[in-house]
């Protein structure tokens, strides 16, 4: 039976109307998003799915197999049109759900914070979700049915957790008293539309148009690290597993299209190895971006960090853009760097971080992008702070080697 939502008061009132989104009839639109709601059986995928469309709450009987429903709505000065489809939690129905995955933007991952159980079924639905959907669609998980504060099970801090594993956003909502609900579509909207921004059309060099913007790119650090995985995935856009270790110097070019442009990229894989190092270190001269890796799973590797930062500020032009990198974030059971552990570094050395898998395609497109917006908008108060740093007399702060995985 539908209900009146309650106002009933919650810590997202202040931000509520920010995050409005307002439901409109179907009209022609650029911009279709496929978003799938997977979980456990009766964990309230369906009111979610309910709200969602209809804005209202909605006692429901349990899906069976597939359900889908579309709705447009407007975000920003755009209309979306959402495809949402939410799945069977039983496992007889579990194989079925797994054709859906293919194509879809978003998934969000449910649990019920009543029911003890539906977060011990939570590792099947993520590895499911990562077997079976686009490596870049985005996750968002979802405690459910928090405004039953007496019969909770699962806190606030252990669904944080669950997340933080994971590397994913984390919400507790409720259909029933409108808590969230606006909020998680809006991010997950929001964060579709930032994986398209972030997308990087490459251009066949044969149909390539004549451009005066070319850029050298450098990727260093360690042995084994994934740097040559990365190379890889950069320039053809796949992942190759079992690269040999780079010999000397490998170097592909390749076209991009970014704002409007064309732009060559020259990029360069160094070898980790130490008797290539004084080879490599001729490279770094002209370089407009380096990307320095490390392996989250080689506590090793991070400890090499040091060595190779001061051959690029010792080696690379003064305004290179430099980006740290974690590389091999899929192998959460192997990981020894914590993600905090990666950014402190990064915060040391006043330079961006990302934790990239070159296997499951996590933020390579992101990270390739920030890199080439870098260089082509020069962040002139950075350079300048840069420059003042170098100027003073004072030495610069050591870099702490990360200890071991707080995760």
Not at 386 to 401: A, G, M, Q, R, T
């Amino acid at each position: 039976m539908e209900k009146e939502l309650s106002n009933v008061p919650n810590i997202e009132n202040d931000d509520r109307e920010h995050y409005k989104l307002i439901r409109v009839q179907p009209e022609t639109t650029n911009k279709k998003f496929k978003l799938i709601i997977v979980g456990h059986s009766n964990v309230g995928k369906t009111t979610i799915i309910n709200h969602f469309c209809s804005g209202v709450y909605q006692d429901t009987i349990p899906t069976t197999g597939i359900d889908f429903q579309e709705i447009f709505v407007k975000f920003g000065n755009e209309t979306i049109h959402l495809n949402i489809g939410v799945t069977d939690g039983t496992e007889k129905q579990q194989s079925l759900a797994h054709s859906y995955y293919s194509g879809a933007h978003g998934v969000f991952i449910v649990y019920d914070i009543t029911d003890l159980n539906s977060s011990f079924k939570l590792d099947g639905w993520i590895k499911d979700v990562e077997n079976f959907s686009d490596t870049d669609a985005v996750k968002i998980l979802i405690g459910n049915k928090c405004d039953d504060i007496i019969n909770r099970e699962i806190s606030i801090e252990e669904g944080r957790e669950i997340a933080e594993v994971y590397g994913i956003p984390f919400f507790e909502v409720s259909s029933k008293n409108n808590v969230n609900i606006d909020k998680l579509l809006y991010t997950m909207i929001s964060d579709c539309i930032k994986k398209e921004h972030f997308k990087l059309i490459r251009v066949n060099p044969e149909t390539a148009e004549t451009t005066n913007k070319k850029y050298k790119l450098i990727i260093v650090g360690h042995t084994n690290v994934g740097k040559s995985t990365i190379f890889h995935r950069l320039c053809k856009g796949v992942y190759k597993d079992a690269i040999k270790s780079t010999i000397g110097i490998d170097f592909k070019e390749i076209y991009v299209r970014f704002e409007n442009e064309t732009i060559t990229l020259n990029i360069w894989d160094t070898a980790g190895l130490e008797q290539y190092r004084s080879l490599a270190q001729q490279y770094y001269r002209g370089a407009h971006g380096i990307f320095i890796v490390y392996d989250i799973t080689d506590l090793n590797s991070s400890f090499k960090l040091d060595s190779w930062i001061k051959d690029v500020e010792n080696y690379s032009d003064l305004n290179a853009v430099k980006i740290l990198i974690g590389s091999k974030c899929d192998d959460k059971l192997n990981r020894a760097i914590s993600i905090k552990e990666g950014q402190k570094i990064a915060e040391q050395l006043r330079i961006p971080f990302f934790e990239v898998s070159s296997k499951t395609n996590v933020n390579i497109e992101k990270l390739f992008y920030t890199m080439i917006s870098k260089i082509h908008t020069p962040d002139q108060t950075t350079n300048e702070d840069l420059i003042k740093l170098v100027k003073s007399n004072s030495p610069s702060p050591p870099i702490e080697s990360p200890g071991g995985c707080s995760c």
